[in-house]
């Protein structure tokens, strides 16, 4: 029997979560993970990032591994660059749980945790730029979610005034995006994933 393989992946700004596109034209168009690495064929993605989202991806060919880390009791950690200073009212909204549009109905999101980051996150240049500083300040808070939904933190931080611009997840259970950059790959024994973990060394904040 072959043994499981899994994987981490910085995944970059513009990628989609998939391995390739059996549309022609989207697979001139767009860009696929199947590009960064020589995945084993049966490889899956454990949870998605949308295009223009970045950091931690963790990839398995074993199903099973993939149900535990999406259960709801595994958190997932965002960095969110948002438009503006978000204030106190925002972050308890935040927290609380917010109605989002989800699947064309309203769903309200389960509790989070967000907090403001005292200084900006220590990652790597985004390749695209953000906007142009003299459209107001930005911040930056981190969101930790154990729920999933298309676009969840983007459409968390807009329905609380905020939006997005620049959206990482740095977490998934206790496994850190530390010390890689947006297309490495590295083979991992396995996901010592859990609900909670230990702060991360040199972090940034």
């Known amino acids: 029997m072959t043994a499981h393989r899994h994987f981490l992946l910085y995944k970059p700004y513009g990628y989609l979560s998939q391995f390739m596109s059996n549309c022609a034209r989207e697979a001139r168009k767009k860009k696929f993970l199947g590009t960064l690495h020589d995945f084993p064929a049966e490889t899956m993605a454990v949870g998605r990032l949308d295009e223009h989202s970045e950091g931690l991806l963790l990839l398995t060919t074993d199903g099973r591994v993939s149900e535990q880390i999406r259960r709801k009791d595994v958190e997932k950690e965002y960095y969110a660059q948002v438009d503006g200073i978000p204030t106190d009212e925002a972050i308890t909204q935040l927290e609380a749980g917010i109605e989002i549009a989800h699947r064309s109905v309203l769903y309200h999101t389960l509790p989070a945790r967000v907090r403001r980051l ?26 930790i979610v154990t729920e999933g939904k298309f676009r969840q933190v983007r459409k968390m931080t807009a329905a609380a005034g905020y939006p997005t611009l620049r959206l990482v997840r740095v977490r998934v259970g206790n496994v850190w995006l530390t010390d890689m950059q947006p297309g490495e790959v590295r083979e991992v024994a396995e996901f010592p994933v859990m609900n909670t973990a230990e702060q991360p060394p040199n972090n940034g904040r």
Do not use: F, Y
Not at 118 to 142: C, F, M, Y
């Open 118 to 143: 005292a200084t900006d996150p220590n990652l790597p240049a985004r390749g695209q730029k953000i906007r142009d500083e003299r459209h107001g300040p930005t911040s930056w808070v981190s969101i």
